[in-house]
């Protein structure tokens, strides 16, 4: 089908044409429709008022046309969407009606029809945020921009770049301040569920004082010097210092990559890590990676130390477990999300690394336990409301619901790492828990 849809080359005259108090309707026709020209979509790769199945109506929904599936014919896979507001509604980052705004793109990028979108955009003409989805899992990929005739064209650019761009990974750091609460089991058995159901995992250790999950997977002695020469040399790949993990069994072979840790790292002082290292180094190193692999995961020290902070910088995503019987990792996930993130935010300019909702990791928990539990983290969130949906994400003011999502006590988990194969990979009951981890937070 030909196409005769006159490219946008600059926003900047309709950014300015634009009334200060422009409505919905004035923001979609004389602005919106040319903000998707300047995307790169034409008239026959967009569809206003598209029903997202289940998550409402959004504003646009666009796709690439391809050679016998034209967008606006089949309606079919989205892959960006885009909710528009008028001038008069503040989109100014954790307003309430921000707030509200980004929960409605949320609702409509997880409806039945948009499985295959990747992303969406909010916009009033005056600000705009772009959003990343991955599965289940939709977070920011820049800042909520304040829109000015000076900067319009170089923000939509960065957003074009990045659409045009998209990850194949999504990267997973499993972190919590406190140890003891599982984070070496949890990211083993996460990466060799999701390799088992068919996902390009790659697996990073870097707790360097433990090293426990590259004992685990691989029963090996770290080879010095090799992880920290692909981090601080930049004509080395990380992917030089990758090792496999294949698990053979009658049936089939699963595999997935692993980067070992390297104790001798262990050894350095904030000041030696602060000469060799930046803190975007791990995130810069693991580019192409992002393009590889279907989901990278690491494995960071329980401390707010160097390496745990290039750990999170890295992330798109932090996932914290909890013990119910321990206020202290309850306490220090609080203290993750309110404090070690948004430092990790601030320096790296896109709006990541968000928290994941916490869950209760590895302990069989009674009635009793759990209400103490449940206090500890109503005193939490006495003092931080907005903390609610880190630790109950199913709660509404309607049905005050306080569901944690709470992963079994097995004893074939802990007894797998020292046959250095995945409690998954052995168990019938260990798989149903951690793949019903999988579909809770990542799979959708």
């Known amino acids: 089908m030909k196409d005769n849809t006159p490219r ?12 200060q108090n422009a409505s919905e309707a004035i923001v979609s ?15 026959t790769e967009i569809i206003p008022q598209y029903d997202t199945g289940g998550g409402g109506i959004t504003d646009f929904a666009t796709r690439r046309n391809l ?23 503040n989109l100014t980052e954790n307003s309430p009606s921000y707030r509200a705004t980004v929960n409605q793109l949320k609702r409509q990028l997880l409806g039945t029809n948009c499985k295959a979108a990747q992303w969406g955009i909010i916009t009033n003409s005056s600000q705009i945020q772009l959003f990343r989805k991955h ?8 800042t909520c921009i304040e829109l000015t005739p000076e900067n319009i064209d170089d923000t939509i650019a960065l957003i074009k770049t990045k659409i045009d761009n998209t990850p194949k990974a999504l990267t997973v750091t499993v972190y919590n301040n406190k140890g003891g609460v599982g984070k070496t089991t949890t990211t083993v058995n996460l990466a060799a569920i999701l390799a088992l159901l068919g996902k390009k995992v790659l697996v990073l250790d870097f ?10 997977l691989l029963n090996m002695k770290p080879e010095d010097g090799l992880l920290e020469k692909a981090l601080t040399d930049r004509n080395i790949e990380l992917k030089s210092v990758i090792r496999p993990y294949i698990f053979k069994n009658s049936k ?21 890590y602060n000469a060799k290292m930046k803190i975007y180094t791990l995130h810069r190193k693991l580019d192409l990676a992002r393009y590889e692999y279907d989901y990278i995961f690491i494995d960071a020290a329980p401390n707010w130390r160097f390496t745990s902070k290039l750990a999170v910088y890295a992330a798109d995503v932090v996932l914290l477990p909890t013990k119910h019987n321990n206020s202290f990792s309850l306490n220090n996930a609080a203290t993750a999300i309110k404090e070690f993130l948004p430092e990790m935010q601030k320096s790296k300019k896109d709006g990541t690394p968000i928290a994941l909702p916490i869950f209760f990791n590895g302990e069989k928990i009674t009635q009793p336990q759990l209400q103490l539990a449940q206090k500890e983290i109503n005193q939490i969130l006495k003092n931080d409301k907005t903390l609610v ?24 988990i802990a007894s797998a790492a020292f046959e250095c194969v995945p409690a998954v990979y052995k168990n019938r009951s260990a798989y149903d ?12």
């Open 252 to 272: 089939r072979q699963i595999t997935f990559d692993v980067v070992p840790t390297e104790p001798k790292m262990a050894e350095y002082s904030e000041f030696e």
């Open 67 to 89: 050679a016998n599936d034209i967008f606006l014919h089949t309606k079919s896979n989205p892959f960006l969407l885009i909710e528009l507001k008028g001038r008069d509604i």
């Open 135 to 142: 599965g289940k899992i939709i977070f920011p990929a820049t």
């Open 29 to 43: 026709t004389n602005f919106a429709r040319y903000l998707i020209s300047y995307l790169g979509f034409s008239t």
């Open 207 to 216: 707790d360097f004082n433990q090293g426990d999950l590259t004992r685990s």
């Open 433 to 444: 828990y951690y793949q019903d981890l999988a579909k809770e937070y990542f799979l959708q």
């Open 8 to 19: 946008v080359t600059s926003l900047k005259s309709y950014l300015e044409d634009l009334p």
């Open 389 to 412: 949906h880190y630790f109950y994400p199913k709660y509404t003011p309607a049905s005050k619901n306080s569901h944690i999502h709470h992963l079994p006590e097995y004893a074939i």
